[in-house]
């Protein structure tokens, strides 16, 4: 990114594309949020979370359901100011009927780096079977993605 | 030419004898590194480490998490001198081994950060899913250089590693 923005879209997806890869490196502002993503800019309850979280040899667990995102950098992992965090992300929806399935791994340092860092795994069900996947949007809670934030979309035809 | 947001493989390297590492070399222009990376087996244990830029200083954390059977453990490393992929044990001999990690650096004066991705291998009959991500802090460079290293041992013939990046 060459200028700060609250968001990354990608938009008008073709349908032919099924299974995608997005890879990013995200520079925070001062704004210590979440970050999260939506597809096909659907921002209703339809969003199921299960986290995996390992800190230090404290391992944890979390199911949220009915969210309006999946989670990224979300809860007790924000990304907090100043400080970056780097993702993967895994989505597959093959056909209309079915779910969006994604699998999410994320890298950050908590607390500006005065505490060690932490890693946080989730797998997201997006429960709208309606279409396929036509737009992806990366979100910040609130602030901005700062510049040299990265993100990456691959994809392959069906 | 260059492809500015696309993947471009850079380099496969599939050994040909015993050796001690795979290295890759590359211009700064990539941020987005993405590794794939098999190890043959033979009859030793190794571990396995990754280090960027030949820097062995004390600049890389990492965290882990394994899964072996019912057992589910974390571990957290700091100042290391490389990310030991191999975290929740060493790669035991005559079992093969998978990783796919991803490495991502968008400007200079910013940690590097690592994902790695998948990773799992047999012991005997059994299977081990580990998955670990890593910061390197050495912050003044960006990446041209990227080491698979068996800190014991050599890789056997016939073990790979392709790097595929992402330029800015």
Not at chain 1, 136 to 148: E, M
Not at chain 2, 15 to 31: C, E, M, N, Q, V
Not at chain 2, 105 to 125: E, F, N
Request: charged share 15%.
């Amino acid at each position: 990114m060459t200028a700060a923005a609250a968001s990354v879209s990608f938009p008008t997806i073709p349908a032919a594309y099924r299974m995608f890869r997005v890879t990013g490196q995200i520079l925070n502002d001062s704004n210590v949020n979440t970050v999260t993503f939506q597809l096909n800019g659907d921002s209703g309850s339809n969003y199921d979370n299960q986290r995996l979280q390992v800190n230090a040899t404290t391992v944890d667990a979390a199911r949220t359901t009915g969210q309006t995102s999946g989670f990224i950098f979300n809860g007790g992992n924000n990304i907090d100011d100043s400080e970056s965090g780097s993702f993967q992300i895994h989505l597959v929806k093959q056909q209309t009927t079915d779910e969006a399935i994604a699998v999410v791994t994320t890298a950050y340092m908590d607390n500006q780096g005065t505490s060690a860092i932490r890693k946080t795994d989730y797998n997201v069900i997006w429960k709208n079977t309606d279409a396929l996947i036509s737009q992806i949007n990366i979100i910040k809670g609130s602030g901005n993605f700062a510049v040299n934030t990265m993100i990456l979309l691959e994809g392959n035809r069906a | 030419m260059s492809l500015i947001g696309v993947p471009e493989h850079i380099a496969t390297t599939v050994l040909s004898g015993t050796a001690g590492s795979i290295r890759f070399d590359f211009p700064a222009s990539y941020r987005i590194l993405m590794c794939d990376v098999y190890i043959a087996n033979d009859a030793n244990d190794k571990d396995v480490t990754v280090t960027l830029n030949n820097d062995t200083g004390s600049n890389y954390d990492y965290q882990d998490v394994s899964v072996d059977a019912g057992s589910v453990s974390g571990a957290r490393v700091t100042g290391a001198a490389g990310w030991l992929i191999t975290t929740h044990e060493d790669f035991d001999a005559s079992q093969d081994y998978y990783a796919a990690f991803c490495v991502a650096k968008s400007t200079s004066g910013i940690d590097a950060q690592l994902v790695h991705q998948i990773s799992y291998r047999g012991v005997g009959d059994e299977i081990v899913y580990e998955s670990l991500i890593g910061q390197w802090s050495n912050t003044a460079n960006l990446i041209t250089r990227l080491d698979i290293t068996a800190s014991s041992n050599n890789f056997a013939a016939a073990s790979a590693a392709s790097l595929w990046g992402v330029r800015l």
